[in-house]
T-cell receptor, first 115, second 116 residues
Framework: DAGVIQSPRHEVTEMGQEVTLRCKPISGHDYLFWYRQTMMRGLELLIYFNNNVPIDDSGMPEDRFSAKMPNASFSTLKIQPSEPRDSAVYFC?????????????FGQGTRLTVV | GDSVTQMEGPVTLSEEAFLTINCTYTATGYPSLFWYVQYPGEGLQLLLKATKADDKGSNKGFEATYRKETTSFHLEKGSVQVSDSAVYFCALSGSTTSGGSYIPTFGRGTSLIVHP
């Protein structure tokens, strides 16, 4: 398996524009996580899915953020409208949630810059 | 809720020095403990893990022992190299006492800089 695949790797957009980040988890993994990483706040969990169902989105900062997982092999994180404070690196990770003793596999991240 | 606290960095060392990065945790039940490493421009990747008390995880010369009595999982390496320069994250995950779903919980990360 190629691992968790995220696209794009880099995104530069203007304030007010819609941004869509994409993630393909590892085949067979039943958990998918979206994280945001910044210098100020470190690694923040935004939302996670189990078997394509959103379980906890309490980390999503505002209604401008939304995430979907239409099937087991694809998830999106959308920001509409984007703001400069959304600039960060966004990571997708997947895992097998068997009792919690398995690792999370991370993608390489999408570096988002909102100008 | 569950939490992980690790020492703030950056930690700056000379090559071949001894490394310790402290990590303590708070959790219900019996979590598994992890160290992840993040190299510049990349995602986090697992470095080592331990799934029960007194277990020692090891990889690439790094090791950490799951200490339930002190709720700690300190990362150590006897002789660091320049290539070890990265950000290190301590993490835990564990099912609830009822066996429910889990969420990986990460510390803030500790930056390690190794000079030649």
């Amino acid at each position: 398996d190629a691992g968790v695949i995220q696209s794009p790797r880099h995104e530069v957009t203007e304030m007010g524009q819609e941004v869509t980040l994409r993630c393909k988890p590892i085949s067979g993994h039943d958990y998918l996580f979206w994280y945001r990483q910044t210098m100020m706040r470190g690694l923040e969990l935004l939302i996670y899915f189990n078997n394509n169902v959103p379980i906890d989105d309490s980390g999503m900062p505002e209604d401008r953020f939304s995430a979907k997982m239409p099937n087991a092999s694809f998830s999106t994180l959308k920001i509409q409208p984007s703001e400069p404070r959304d600039s960060a690196v966004y990571f997708c990770a997947s895992s097998l949630g068997q009792g919690g003793n398995t690792e999370a596999f991370f993608g390489q991240g999408t570096r988002l810059t909102v100008v | 809720g569950d939490s992980v606290t690790q020492m703030e960095g950056p930690v700056t060392l000379s090559e071949e020095a001894f490394l310790t990065i402290n990590c303590t945790y708070t959790a219900t039940g019996y979590p598994s403990l992890f160290w992840y490493v993040q190299y510049p421009g990349e995602g986090l990747q697992l470095l080592l893990k331990a799934t029960k008390a007194d277990d020692k995880g090891s990889n690439k010369g790094f090791e950490a022992t799951y200490r339930k009595e002190t709720t700690s999982f300190h990362l150590e390496k006897g002789s660091v190299q320049v290539s070890d320069s990265a950000v290190y994250f301590c993490a835990l995950s564990g099912s609830t006492t009822s066996g429910g779903s889990y969420i990986p919980t990460f510390g803030r990360g500790t930056s390690l800089i190794v000079h030649p």
